[in-house]
């Protein structure tokens, strides 16, 4: 059952004794996403994407929701092997490193537990050297996943679309490197993984761009068709190399594309948890604004004008508009377009703000999921119209990976 429209009322008597700023989590609306997004995926597995949530308690509940949701793919080495330490299981690193402490400690640990041991992620020969610098004689092999560029070139190349990451893109490019990861003995290939951001990460309906969205759809289209042909045709090839156990592929944006494909045996979602703003503006899905945070309204300039303390909490990726929070509620606030969202103060313009009082908050969406928990020590978690929980983040942990 959908999760009905929250108002700016809602969480004000909900969060009437709690001093802003803050941020919360929205279990009723996060439940409805996870559950949309298993739909979605079919019958593949889901493994949680820690970029996006950066909170042990959350990844936990998520993993306890259902058994779909399996393993966790973490972002840096350290922060893998701190949750290891802290019981998780089944890692997927999806990011090349080179710690070189983090290195020596995983060598350490894959002695004791090898089957158990993170997953690697490796593009390169030169990741292979140094990994294998940092290696003991004692050490077990390290399992590794080898990552395929999933970006999409149209036109004869002309047209490039997705993220910049692997420069492993043709079957005989990946098969080159899988039979150098098995000539070495420390090493042992078990996953591919592709992330097709330009599917995933992209949405198509693009606010008062209607040329703009319609060439989105056109390369996605044609994006979809083409990475599903090149993955396959790779795992063929690879597995006449090493048996991979695990094809990891999609994101929260492509799961009912990414999940269609035979050779894929896991999908990978994050941000649709907590959908941020980003994921506003797809035509074949829709999420339900589960995380936000919290400003007070300390100013009042004028008429149509309030000021909230801080809000300047921008996502990562090119400068403009689009990395900025989005006031959410109460409805008809928008953004002072000479001073955006603030170091220590965020002007607030539109109709609404003159029904707002000194002391009221303001409620923001971040833009993208991954850094909201990099400004909150904690989350709060409503469920019923109830605060039910406060959570630590990373950041509350002491933990600040990126």
Not at 26 to 38: G, Y
Not at 266 to 283: H, I, K, N, R, T
Not at 368 to 390: N, P, T, W, Y
Request: glycine fraction near 10%; proline fraction near 6%.
């Amino acid at each position: 059952m959908p999760t009905p429209a929250r108002n700016h009322g809602y969480y004000e008597e909900l969060f009437d004794e709690v001093e802003a700023p803050f941020a919360f989590v929205d279990l009723d609306a996060m439940w409805e996403n996870a559950d949309a997004m298993l739909e979605r995926g079919g019958d593949k597995p889901v493994r949680v994407a820690s970029k996006s949530i950066r909170s042990r308690a959350l990844i936990d509940r998520i993993l306890d929701r259902d058994e779909r949701f399996r393993g966790v793919m973490t972002f840096t080495l350290p922060e893998t092997l701190w949750l290891a330490g802290h019981g998780q299981e089944d890692l997927l690193l999806a990011y090349p490193t080179t710690d070189v402490e983090a290195l020596a400690e995983l060598a350490m640990r894959s002695v004791a537990s090898p089957s158990e041991a993170p997953i690697l992620t490796v593009d390169c020969v030169e990741h292979l050297d140094l990994i294998e610098s940092v290696l003991g004689s004692q050490a077990a092999p390290v399992r590794l996943s080898l990552e395929l560029d999933a970006a999409w070139h149209g036109l004869g190349g002309r047209i490039k679309a997705g993220a910049k990451r692997s420069p492993i893109r043709t079957p005989d490019q990946a098969v080159e490197l899988a039979e150098e990861i098995d000539r070495r003995d420390k090493f042992e290939l078990v996953a591919l993984m592709a992330y097709e951001g330009q599917i995933s990460g992209v949405g198509d309906r693009v606010p008062k761009r209607p040329l703009r969205s319609r060439l989105i759809r056109w390369m996605q289209k044609n994006s979809i068709k083409e990475i599903s042909e090149r993955r396959a045709d790779v795992v063929a090839r690879i597995n006449e190399v090493a048996e991979i156990e695990i094809v990891n592929g999609g994101g929260t944006g492509s799961l009912e594309f990414t999940s269609a494909e035979p050779a894929v045996t896991e999908l990978a979602a994050g941000s649709g948890f907590f959908a941020p703003v980003q994921f506003d503006y797809y035509s074949w899905f829709t999420l339900a604004p589960a995380a936000a945070f919290a400003l007070p309204v300390v100013r009042r300039p004028g008429p149509g004008v309030v000021t909230a303390l801080g809000g300047g909490y921008l996502s990562s990726g090119a400068a403009g508009p689009a990395r900025m929070p989005v006031p959410w509620l109460p409805e008809g606030l928008v953004l002072d377009d000479e001073e955006g969202a603030g170091e220590v103060q965020t002007p607030l313009l539109g109709p609404a703000a003159d029904g707002l009082a000194i002391g009221d908050n303001v409620y923001m969406r971040h833009s993208k999921a991954g850094e909201l928990c990099e400004r909150f020590d904690s989350l709060l978690l409503i469920e019923d119209g109830e605060i039910v929980d406060e959570v630590p983040t990373y950041r509350g942990e002491g933990q600040t990976f990126l």
